[in-house]
């Protein structure tokens, strides 16, 4: 690869000359001599042998055509096509049997064609690895700033000793800080690896994985000096990365914390304090994840809306279905828990089924905003990945505002009075089925929330409740049946502990020992982390 | 002693003798009823794909492929004169439940042919049935290897039909010097990577510290430390990759995780056995791009037969966005076999058939052609393909011609010296050349086996 960029570069370099030189003799870019060039330059792509390809591809580079980047681009991406009249086309959408295509030198639309009667001008892997560094040349260059830092990262551990002095230049007219810091950073790994104290120096304290390997690679240097000099930064730099990997595990824990949480204090609720196991909880998760499908299929093109409107809406469908559930089979079996435990498995059944008739058993696509993909970069050797901190944040502001119609609302204050002595509470006036259902649904529409929060995680299928319901009942269990707090803490403590046993342990064994010292725990403590206490809990 | 013996010896040659004559009277008696069911009644083929539980995720399309195929073929003016008819069950994703319905097939229904079977458990469980009621199964799923039955035709890629090829695509084309092997924890990823690393180790020299073993229970979903340390393995100056065998659902949460610590394609490409084009209808692509898949058949391949079974396909279902696999091109292909087959012996007769269909040579959907061997594999050109946004695998690189399946690995030190040959007169699935003994069939305790796991 670094031979394609220094190749590139030099090229580009070279001709950068004549380019701005011709740029005032030229006009625009579409008019007819021009064109008939490009097609020329186009013609010389669609040949058989990779190699004449490869040279037409610095051809295109060379050129001064303004479009070259957009070709290069669409050659790459597979989109630069041929039709059966020899004629160059760029594929817009490749979905479905017909597909939009404009012509490649005009811009102008041309309708729908038959993926029959395109022919697409074929690359290897060895001219995709030479058009993106033709790309990331071109781009150095680019008004556009986002551009020229995608192409100064790619830089670093590329630069060889040619490329020393254009990046040099490079760097001079730089105004973005962050392309200036990338390229002296790609220069100084250059220079430790050749053995200079410049290049040395210059990584110290840097937390970028090519430069640890080039300080590595500098401490097997002849020179002692340079060498030792080496070794101390790497020293200090193990050290730096050690502390990062550490916050990085809490991180992990505590997001996969956060996901237990969510999945596992809906039935805090149901479970914990209505006494009501409810195998289909699961399921109520994953309609609160097709709903969250259903919003992005009514508002095509603007998922992150759809993803908010489905708050509340995933909220709504969960908690009705919850309401259908307790008045349709709960109701009925009061107090013998072993039928109510099968009753609901059965449920679960036919919720999972019903999606696979009625929907589809494939999963759903479900697409993630773009403000919450990617990762916030907190520095080289650290970046904390959005959707999971968003999940994070979700999971707090649900459990709050749990905690507040618990704690503060009249609901709250009935749902805790029918719990502790229901045949006290209905003398002194409080309708304990309407309670009953009430809370049901406050438990459901909490899952239906946890479902909307996992279809950014996970599968939107029939069988994402499965996956969850086990992990929940845990949670609950080892939190202290009936304690918001306590599911809280053990939702999180529990994803901290699998995380850090995870790195050695692996992952099925670190779920294995994480069973077994809930199991043990309970032997212990038997009402978990946050017993209740007083009358309530001999209830 | 010898009285005893003389003693003892009689009975079971009376019995036997018995067993004989009521052995004849069936076979002429079924002989008969054969005769008279050849001229009308239509020839039953079997399809044994789970329509319920997690599994329906991947084989509801198979079989609406054979019911397909069983629809086309009968517009076609069916096979021998006679009309095809389906006989579908639903195995519920319940792996003895296979073996029960496999039964029901064979015994009840007196199928000539099944079709069906993705997971390895499943077909394991289906082995002992199939091969004492004498069936034929078409198994359409790449597979780990190491197994022949006389009774089961497989078209799927074995390990070095899909994951050899691959592997020696990152060598020598991508110039990977380190590998992460991810997997789900069952048998096919096992097996698989076991072969994997003594290949890397003994034909490439690859050290212990660039090859990293990983294996994550089903549905997996919380993939954050393992994509962190692959990332780590991955940033020790050497390029790297990773193979998975992550299995169906697993998949969406490992490349989101990917996409998500900024893991690109050009940094770590990661190469797939178990992602198609089904798979990916569920996932965003668009942060997958550049990442690739070894397979047999892709939707994408540039061929018309290959387009007339897609215009099929989507009319079939109704659905315009409808999707191929490869599994699907696997069936394609050994319902083709099969009919060939039959033509050929002029009955539906398993015996017959099963003698009959090797050396049958049908065009696949990538321009060639496959061939059934004499171990029951089959021979299929390998394909890689890139990730493309659309939810379509760009072919990147294939194999000159096409490689035969191979039923036992060349690579792992028990399986060496065994070959599969079911002509006459060998008729082994595991011959060893060395001590020149066949093992013959162990269905029921592989299939005991795979159950108590």
Not at chain 1, 198 to 209: I, K
Not at chain 1, 238 to 243: A, F, M, V
Not at chain 2, 135 to 162: D, I, K, R
Not at chain 2, 166 to 189: K, M, W
């Amino acid at each position: 690869m670094r031979r394609f960029l220094s190749l590139a570069l030099l090229c580009f370099l070279l001709l950068g000359i004549t380019l701005t030189a011709q740029a005032q003799s030229t006009d625009a870019a579409s008019n007819p001599t021009n064109d008939a060039a490009a097609l020329e330059l186009l013609e010389a792509l669609d040949v058989e042998s990779y190699t004449a390809k490869g040279e037409a591809i610095t051809a295109i580079l060379q050129s001064d055509d303004e479009r070259a980047r957009d070709w290069l681009q669409a050659l790459l991406d597979g989109r630069l096509q041929r039709t059966d009249n020899g004629r160059f086309v760029l594929v817009l959408e490749n979905r479905g049997r017909d597909w939009p295509v404009a012509d490649v030198l005009t811009g102008e639309a041309l309708g729908e064609m038959s993926r029959r009667d395109l022919e697409r001008v074929g690359i290897n892997n060895n001219l995709r690895n030479q058009l993106r560094s033709a790309i990331a040349v071109v781009d150095l260059y680019s008004p556009n700033v986002e551009r020229r830092r995608t192409s100064a990262e790619r830089l670093l551990g590329e630069v060889d000793g040619e490329l020393v002095q254009p990046i040099n230049d490079l760097i001079e007219q730089e105004e973005d800080d962050q392309v200036r810091y990338r390229l002296t950073q790609a220069v100084a790994i250059y220079r430790a690896e050749a053995g200079e104290m410049a290049g040395v120096e210059a990584l110290d304290g840097s937390l970028h994985p090519r430069s640890r390997v080039a300080l590595s690679r500098a401490v097997n240097g002849d020179d002692p000096v340079i060498a030792n000099a080496a070794a101390a930064s790497l020293a200090g730099i193990e050290q730096q990365l050690k502390i990062n990997r550490g916050l990085e595990t809490l991180y992990f824990g505590l997001s996969l914390g956060s996901v237990l949480v969510l999945a596992a204090i809906g039935l805090a609720i149901t479970f914990g304090v209505m006494g009501v196991i409810n195998m289909a909880h699961g399921e109520l998760m994953m309609l609160g994840a097709y709903t969250t499908w259903a919003m992005q299929q009514l508002l095509p093109g603007q998922p992150g809306l759809a993803l908010i409107l489905s708050i509340p809406a995933g909220f709504m469908v969960a908690a009705l279905a919850g309401v259908a559930i307790e008045r349709g089979v709960i109701q009925f079996l009061k107090g013998r828990p072993l039928e109510t435990l099968l009753a609901t498995f059965g449920i679960s059944l036919i919720l999972q089924q019903l999606v696979r008739t009625v929907i589809s058993p494939l999963n759903r696509t479900v697409i993630t905003p773009e403000w919450m993909s990617g990762s916030l970069v907190v520095n080289d050797a650290l970046s904390l990945t959005l959707n999971r901190m968003y999940v994070l944040g979700f999971a707090l502001v649900v459990f709050a505002g749990l905690m507040l119609i618990m704690r503060r609302t009249r609901l709250g204050l009935e749902v805790r009075a029918v719990t502790q002595n229901r045949a006290m509470a209905r003398s002194m006036g409080i309708r304990a089925t309407r309670v009953d259902i009430m809370t049901f649904a406050l438990g459901s529409g909490v899952a239906g929330l946890a479902g909307v929060a996992l279809s950014q995680l996970t599968n939107v299928g029939p069988n994402l409740g499965q996956n969850y319901i086990i992990d929940s009942f845990m949670v609950v269990v080892f939190g202290g049946v009936g304690n918001l707090w306590g599911t809280l803490v053990a939702g999180l403590s529990l994803g901290v502990i699998n995380q850090v046993l995870e790195p050695w342990a692996g992952a099925v064994l670190a779920k294995i020992i994480v069973l077994v010292f809930i199991i043990l725990f309970i032997q212990k403590r038997p009402r978990g982390l946050f017993p209740q206490k007083g009358r309530a809990a001999e209830g | 002693m010898n009285t005893l013996k003389r003693s003892t010896h009689p009975r079971p040659f009376l019995s036997r003798g018995r067993f004989a004559t009521a052995l004849l009277t069936a076979a002429v008696m079924g002989a008969s009823a054969q005769a008279i069911a050849q001229d009308d009644d239509p020839i039953k083929v079997g399809i044994l794909h789970s329509l319920s539980g997690t599994m329906a995720i991947s084989e509801t399309v198979l079989k609406d492929t054979v019911e397909m195929l069983i629809e086309q073929q009968n517009e076609a003016g069916g096979l021998l004169g006679r009309q095809l008819e389906a006989v579908v069950v639903d195995p519920a994703s319940n792996w003895p439940l296979f073996a029960e319905r496999a039964r029901e097939l064979l015994a009840q229904e007196e199928v000539d042919v099944i079709f069906g079977n993705w997971t390895s458990v499943s077909r394991k469980a289906v082995l002992p049935v199939v091969e004492e009621l004498n069936g034929l199964l078409f198994y359409p799923v790449q597979y780990e290897g190491e197994e022949s039955s006389e009774n089961v035709f497989y078209t799927g890629a074995a390990p070095n039909q899909q994951a050899i090829p691959a592997v020696e695509y990152l060598i020598n084309e991508v110039g990977i010097e380190r590998f992460a092997l991810v997997g789900t924890d069952y048998v096919y990823p096992r097996t698989t990577n076991r072969i994997l690393e003594a290949f890397l180790k003994d034909e490439h020299g690859i050290a212990e510290e660039d090859i990293m073993v990983n294996y994550t229970p089903f549905g997996h979903s919380d993939w954050q430390n393992i994509v962190a340390e692959i990332r780590r393995f991955g940033e020790e100056g050497k390029p790297t990759a990773v193979i998975s065998t992550v299995n169906g659902d697993a998949n969406v949460p490992f490349y989101t995780e990917l996409s998500n610590q900024g893991i690109d394609a050009a940094d770590i490409p990661v190469v797939a056995f178990s992602v198609g084009e089904q798979e990916l209808t569920g996932i965003d692509t668009g942060p997958l791009v550049g990442h690739l898949a070894a397979w047999n058949y892709f939707m994408s391949v540039d061929n018309d037969d290959n387009y007339d079974f897609i215009d099929a396909w989507i009319e079939y279902t109704g659905d315009d966005m409808a999707v191929t696999n490869d599994p699907m091109e696997a069936h394609y292909i050994g319902f083709n076999m099969w009919a060939e087959a039959v033509r050929k012996a002029g009955t539906t007769d398993v015996d017959t058939v099963k003698d009959a269909i090797i050396g049958v040579t049908v065009p696949n959907l990538s321009g060639g052609y496959a061939a059934m061997m004499p171990n029951h594999h089959i021979t299929k050109p390998v394909l890689i393909g890139e990730i493309q946004n659309n939810g379509q695998f760009d072919i990147v690189w294939q194999t000159p011609s096409t490689v035969a399946g191979d039923a036992w690995s060349d690579y792992l030190p028990g399986s060496r010296d065994l070959i599969a040959d079911w002509r006459k007169p060998m008729e082994c699935g595991n011959f060893n050349v060395v001590n020149g003994s066949c093992g013959g069939s162990t269905a029921a305790e592989e299939a005991e086996a795979a159950l108590a796991e």
